[in-house]
């Protein structure tokens, strides 16, 4: 096994060869094969190599259409693409500085992606003519059918040199090959100056149980690395700046583990036991996967049979005293409708995260769209209002988490948590909080009811300035009760048909919701104070509204952002920004769900809208093209 020092002896070499080192303050890569080539597993540690280097990353898994689709054909690509960088990266990156294509079907899917001046790596032993034939080349040039004059191609038999790399190892042809992806990974820790240990390592501890496999996928690694060093694959090396980090632990996460982090934190520092109750659905099960593996924490799960019996079971564990929380996306969120209203006429605290994927039923489960907005505000029968929030990166599905469950505990109420398919499964570096700096959690228990008040006591006695009602755990001496699903008296708890008493129930948990607005943090407009512009989003789409508002501004032109994590209620100084400026436009990857939501709440408000329903994440350019079109009429 070749370690740390037979990398530096290379990267001399190639030095004393004169090879070029261009300096870049970032690069973006995109890998792209079958779903069975382990891309996703590429990406995922070339993005850990370079965190660990001091470079910050974001990243976009693009998982494929349909994961059993027949291999080398169009829908069964899979793609991931990372940009690294010396500064602050928000987003993956528009077009690819360099492509990694294991077939004819992922050059082909992935020529939009693409630099004019970019490299692309092949392996030329997937180019065959049934290969391009499955890709549904029409020639057999593919490079010249699509165009593609001014890039650099790096052909590598990479299928051949890793079967005969491996002949020694002992293992199956079909076994051997799925070694490639690291061939792939160590060519390109070549070309952009990336240091093998680690990766090494990240391989000892996936496969330490399996040598043999182990052995063999950090034998492909070095020789991919070989095969740039020895082929000279590029006429230069890439060195990538890097910058110092804010001092503490950093980890790089994805939004689905942030957002099972944050949920333990809240329960910890609550003093609660953490239940999950959720039927695995794309793309929110990585959460259920998660949380099962800390149960020396406290933590509870159940994989429930459906969506219902999910919520159900948390409903169950909220009235026994739990932090409750129930996983799902779209269709899911459908069905746990009528539970969540159940749970909202009990004033129970739980969280539901709804992890958003395109389309309705079925839909793209591995698309990110924000499909599911107008369904969280306003999805259940009767009135039913709840608090709604929304990450906006993949690190800050911690902090989203953590502010659900919160307020969820201390306004008994369920809170619905929106993440999105670009968030969830996307990553980037994550400094470690320091647990004694956040927020405190205080749940609204029954010893904190009003002197003399106990005697008195009934399971909806609430704090009349905000509307909580007191939280009696099951097994409190004297306080015996139960909740139901039925209409029940303001003042005596008992069931009730009264029709003014129904009207004073329904304004009473409104105004509970609307009451939370006191403790949200208040808006920040990023950018110019007397912006030509403001640019309005929500959710997953931070980043790249940030970058285009930016890039916007180096153009010459004054332009603001303004980006909502709170959606229902909104933080008290929303209308006040959003009327101070003359254009305003709310970009959505929807037809307009958030833009309908704030003319219904804001009187006098008429933004116009930037709309995207693609299942991708916004297209940098076109924001920008659009935002300068605006600013300009």
């Known amino acids: 096994m070749r370690r740390r020092t037979y990398y530096i002896n290379v990267v001399q070499k190639a030095m004393d060869e004169q090879k070029a080192v261009k300096t870049l303050k970032d690069i973006v890569i995109r890998f792209s094969g079958d779903s069975g080539d382990g891309m996703q597993l590429t990406g995922t540690i070339f993005s850990d190599l370079s965190a660990m280097t001091g470079n910050t990353i974001s990243t976009f898994p693009d998982f494929p259409a349909e994961i059993r689709a027949p291999q080398g054909t169009l829908s069964g ?22 492509l990694v294509a ?56 990479i299928s051949s040199i890793v079967k005969e790399g491996l002949k020694d190892f002992g293992l199956d042809a079909k076994s051997a090959l799925r070694c490639k992806n690291m061939f792939a990974l160590g060519l390109i820790c070549w070309i952009c100056d990336r240091p093998l240990g680690p990766a090494e390592q990240f391989l ?105 019996a999910g919520i159900c079971t948390a409903i169950g564990a909220s009235f026994a005293g739990d932090l409750a929380v129930t996983t799902t996306s779209g269709p899911g969120l459908a069905l746990k409708s009528e539970a969540l209203g159940l749970a909202v006429m009990a004033e129970l605290p739980l969280v539901l995260v709804d992890v958003q994927r395109g389309g309705p039923s079925t839909g793209l489960p591995t698309k990110s769209e924000q499909t599911d907005l107008m369904q969280a505000l306003y999805g259940r029968n009767g009135e039913a209002p709840l608090p709604v929030l929304a990450a906006t990166t993949p690190d800050t599905c911690f902090s989203a988490a953590y502010w659900a469950a919160k307020l969820a505990i201390e306004h008994m109420t369920p809170v619905i948590l929106l993440t999105d398919t670009f968030v969830a499964n996307g990553s980037s570096a994550w400094r470690i909080p320091n647990f ?58 008992a069931i009730s048909t009264d029709a003014a008493n129904h009207a004073l129930m329904v304004k009473t948990r409104q105004e509970k919701v609307d009451y939370i607005a006191n403790d949200l943090p208040l808006l920040e407009v990023e950018g110019d104070e007397d912006a030509e512009l403001l640019i309005v989003g929500w959710g997953g789409t931070y980043g790249h509204l940030y970058e285009a508002t930016h890039k916007v501004r180096e153009r010459g ?76 009429e």
Do not use: C
Request: glycine share 6%.
């Open 436 to 493: 004694h700096e956040l927020p405190t959690i205080e749940p609204n228990y029954v010893s904190k009811l009003p002197e003399g008040v106990a005697e008195v006591w009934r399971p909806y006695y609430r704090n009349e300035e905000t509307k909580v009602r007191y939280w009696a755990v099951p097994g409190t001496p004297g306080f015996e009760h139960r909740l139901g699903g039925l209409e029940k008296n303001y003042t005596t708890s």
């Open 204 to 308: 000892d501890r996936k496969f330490g149980k399996k040598p043999q496999l182990r052995d063999a996928n950090i034998a492909s690694l070095n020789h991919g690395f070989d095969f740039g060093a020895n082929t000279h694959a590029t006429a230069s090396i890439f060195r990538i700046e890097t910058q110092k980090p804010v001092p503490g632990r950093y980890l790089d996460i994805n939004g689905n583990k942030a957002t099972a982090y944050g949920l333990i934190a809240a329960a910890e520092q609550a003093g609660l036991e953490l239940f999950l109750g959720s039927y695995p659905i794309t793309p929110a099960t990585d959460i259920l996967h998660e949380l099962a593996k800390h149960k020396a924490l406290g933590v509870k799960t159940v994989q429930a049979e459906d969506e219902i």
């Open 77 to 98: 690509v899979s793609g991931y693409q990372v940009q690294i960088g010396s500064r602050t990266v928000r987003t993956p990156g528009e077009l690819a500085d360099i």
């Open 557 to 632: 032109h004054k332009i603001a952002h303004l980006h909502f994590s709170f959606i229902n209620p909104l933080p008290k100084n929303a209308a006040e920004i959003l009327l101070r400026y003359k254009k305003v436009l709310i970009a959505e990857q929807n037809t307009g769900m958030f833009a309908r939501y704030l003319r219904g709440l804001i009187p006098g408000f008429n933004p116009r809208q930037y709309n995207e329903v693609t299942g991708q994440p916004f297209v940098l350019s076109h924001l920008v093209d659009s935002f300068i079109q605006l600013i300009e």
């Open 102 to 157: 294991m077939n004819p079907a992922a050059l082909k899917v992935s020529v939009k992606h693409l630099k004019r001046d970019s490299i692309i790596i092949i392996d030329t032993d997937s180019f065959t003519a049934n290969d391009l034939k499955k890709a549904e080349f029409k020639t057999e040039e593919p490079f010249e059918e699509l165009g593609l004059k001014t890039q650099q191609v790096i052909p590598a038999p």
